[in-house]
């Protein structure tokens, strides 16, 4: 991947400016298609917020979250099998584990062993829980195919269309809960009181759908619940591993891949685009901005009053999230199992799962070589901060109130994974504001937009062209919101400008 001082002059077919798992797929998409193109990173290594960075010898995940699509008819394990990549994937059982001060909850690799260990808990409503699995396999089998295959997803083709029309039964499980939130489903099947499971479904939300049972819209939320058991698992020495395979396959295919280079601006000029970089001018037909929508203006030089559906999408990330950080070094406790593991731990099941009271934590294992010295892991924790909060305080105060919640944080660990945090030898923190600084996302912005529940989740379900030439993606437009759903947006982004 080049990281020298200079571009070509020549014109491209497109630039990809960012490469995050949406500017990744959507270069290697437009090269499979024979298209010229040039993909533009601010960082000296791709994957953006789902990357593998180094400090001080060590290799921590950017973010602490588990990657789905693996299986060999998705689209990672598509791409994995057909461009020879070198990656591996560890299956890991179970795939997280779900702890409160009163519950351990293992997820399974087996779904039905995992709705089981629910149904086997103390009080558990048994009749609803299964009624609700079996609406959601429903759901699931309707969405996940759209994942699978993106030729399903606009824009699509008279053979998608027949498709689509031979699905038609399985789609309407889905019309009665379209607009309405997971909660009314929990409410009509009795199970809002059952804790232990509405704390599974907040916690899986909030990480997925980035928001609460009780506001997820119920068919996005009721797909997601097959999260775990969709290709889930674990790459080997850590995400950017897939990254980086991805990059050299775009290479491969005769794109240019042009890492630590900073895009300025993007202006348009007869024929297409200028896209000013630090290492020079590029000029294209089409440009991708792997971005949020206040990135995109920020390169164009443009106001929200001058593309107003810019804005309007700006306004629905700033009800979202940013994320709060802790990259540890830990000794591994004895008799560990070697495996890479996740944790999930909410400390307080009745408050609101973010700022500290509900963490994500992912462990690497001892077959990640170079992430950590022998006999130690590496630890990515992350937890939701309110990016409207951040935002009111004042610059003065903003510091006090992110120094608290890493406080919160490590709380939370020592009371839910003592095992891990008794062997602690290394510590570094991250906040929004160092997502901002180090991956260009305004306000440190991370998660998407939240889809909470009403039909405005419906609306722009394909490629999204802000201007003439000029397309986003990444995980503020549909369908967003994990490195498969990026990556299958740029893939449908790349089809659209070919």
């Known amino acids: 991947m080049t990281r020298g001082s200079s571009v070509s002059s020549t014109w491209y077919d497109a630039v990809v400016v960012g490469a995050g798992f949406g500017g990744l797929a959507t270069a290697l998409e437009l090269t499979r298609r024979g298209a010229r193109v040039a993909l533009c990173e601010t960082l000296n290594y791709p994957g953006g917020c789902a990357s593998t960075f180094r400090r001080e010898g060590h290799a921590f995940e950017a973010g602490a979250t588990l990657f789905s699509g693996f299986e060999p008819h998705q689209l990672f394990g598509r791409w994995i099998r057909e461009h020879g990549m070198p990656v591996t994937v560890d299956w890991l059982d179970p795939v997280v584990e779900l702890r409160t001060p009163d519950l351990r909850l293992p997820v399974h690799r087996d779904k039905a062993r995992f709705i089981e260990s629910l149904c086997a808990l103390p009080g558990a409503p048994v009749d609803g829980i299964r009624r609700l699995f079996a609406l959601q396999a429903q759901v699931a089998e309707a969405l996940w195919p759209l994942f699978d295959d993106p030729t399903l997803l606009p824009p699509l083709n008279v053979r998608a269309l027949l498709r689509h029309s031979g699905r038609a039964l ?19 099947l009795g199970l809002m009181g059952f804790a232990p499971l509405r704390t599974y479904l907040d916690a899986l939300c909030q990480i997925t759908v980035q928001c609460s049972a009780a506001e997820a819209e119920a068919p996005f939320a009721l797909a997601a619940m097959d999260y775990y058991w969709r290709g889930t698992g674990h790459v080997r020495g850590g995400i950017g591993k897939l990254a980086e395979a991805m990059a050299h396959a775009v290479e491969a295919r005769g794109g240019t891949v042009l890492l630590a280079n900073r895009v300025k601006s993007i202006t348009q000029v007869p024929g297409g685009w200028s896209v000013a970089s630090r290492k020079g001018e590029l000029r294209a037909r089409n440009v991708v901005a792997n971005l949020l929508p206040r990135g995109v203006l920020r390169l164009l030089g443009m106001t929200v009053d001058q593309l107003p559906g810019l804005g309007a999408m700006s306004e629905r990330i700033a009800e979202g999230w940013g994320a709060a950080m802790l990259y540890l070094v830990v000794k591994a406790p004895e008799h560990e199992s070697g495996s890479a593991h996740h944790l999930e731990l909410v400390r307080d099941t009745r408050a609101p799962f973010i700022e500290g009271n509900h963490l994500f934590m992912s462990i690497s294992g001892a077959a990640d070589e170079g ?29 006090a109130y992110l120094s608290g919640i890493q406080t919160r944080m490590h709380q939370g660990l020592e009371q839910l994974a003592p095992e891990w945090m008794a062997g602690l030898t290394h510590t570094m923190t ?21 889809r ?20 986003l993606v990444g995980d503020s437009v549909f369908p967003g919101q ?3 759903a990026t990556a299958v947006g740029g893939v449908r982004t790349a089809a659209r400008i070919t």
């Open 170 to 188: 399985q789609y309407a499980p889905l019309l009665r809960w379209m607009g309405r939130p997971l909660g009314s489903v929990l409410e009509k």
């Open 430 to 450: 991250a906040s929004p504001r160092t997502y901002q600084r180090f991956t260009q996302r305004e306000g440190g912005a991370v998660g998407g937009v939240p």
């Open 482 to 484: 994990s490195t498969l």
């Open 371 to 399: 992430r950590a010295p022998e006999g130690h892991r590496t630890v990515t924790v992350s937890t939701h901060v309110p990016l409207k909060t951040l935002a009111h305080l004042p610059a003065a105060e903003q510091g």
């Open 452 to 471: 909470r529940a009403g039909l405005d989740n419906y609306r722009n379900l394909g490629p999204v062209q802000v201007m003439d030439g000029l397309w």
